[in-house]
């Protein structure tokens, strides 16, 4: 139903790298930087990575942000219990004229 | 520091107008430098970005397709403030509704209200 496709859930141990993945199309992902944001539930989401690959102020050096092609992934490294979260991706759609969301995938820190 | 800061009512009828307001405090609601979103979550549809509203020498809205019919963005620069408008709206509407400060080019959204749960029920 989201115009971006994520995996509904991943997990990871203490200590591990997890990488989320967001799949898209030439039209968003394809020609368009990503952005990866953290929303825990009952507050407002949290802009981790923006232009593909930059971490505003204040946001940790364990995450980081590539793509290729029409996907994009978020790496978080040294994975802690705060990393519990829901992390949604996101591009602006040309052929839609606005910003598109992935339906969000669940990390749950084992 | 950018603060939005989001009023409006909680409960709204089925087929009426749901009104929200968004007060800016660190930046402009007419800054060439940004744009002015609406965006809803809910459990079904996760992040719904709803539509924006920009100044470039004049007023600039863009509005998502789901909702193109229904939605109006419009600002209050005397009030340094922008304003959500949904019309007839559906319980499938229910959801909590965040404003947020864009990038001009409308590739990313950087900082958000503090949500507003709006229900639509009779």
């Known amino acids: 139903q989201s115009v971006l496709t994520q995996p509904p859930s991943a997990s990871g141990t203490p200590g591990q790298t997890v990488t989320l993945s967001c799949s898209g199309g030439g039209s968003n992902i394809g020609r368009r930087p990503v952005n990866w944001y953290q929303h825990l539930p009952g507050t407002a989401p949290k802009l981790l990575i923006h232009?593909?690959?930059q971490r505003p102020s204040g946001v940790p050096d364990r995450f980081s942000g590539s793509k290729s092609g029409t996907s994009a992934s978020l790496a978080i490294s040294g994975l802690q219990s705060d990393d519990e979260s829901i992390y949604y991706c996101?591009?602006?759609?040309?052929?839609?004229?606005?910003?598109?969301f992935g339906g969000g995938t669940k990390l749950t820190v084992l | 520091q950018v603060q939005l800061q989001q009023s409006g009512p909680g409960l709204v009828k089925p087929s009426q107008t749901l009104s929200l307001t968004c007060a800016i405090s660190?930046?402009?609601?007419?800054?060439?430098?940004?744009?002015w979103n609406w965006i809803r979550q809910s459990p079904s549809r996760g992040l719904e970005w709803l539509g924006r509203?920009?100044?470039?020498?004049?007023?600039?809205?863009e509005y998502a397709v789901s909702v193109k019919s229904r939605i109006t963005i419009s600002s209050d620069t005397s009030k340094n403030q922008f304003s959500l408008q949904l019309n007839s709206v559906t319980p499938e509407d229910t959801a909590v509704y965040y404003c947020a400060r864009g990038y001009y080019d409308g590739s990313a959204v950087d900082y958000w209200g503090q949500g507003t749960l709006v229900t639509v029920s009779s």
């Open positions: 996101a591009a602006r759609d040309d052929s839609l004229s606005g910003l598109v």
């Open positions: 509203t920009l100044y470039s020498s004049e007023w600039f809205n």
């Open positions: 660190g930046d402009s609601v007419s800054s060439n430098r940004a744009a």
């Open positions: 232009s593909t690959n």
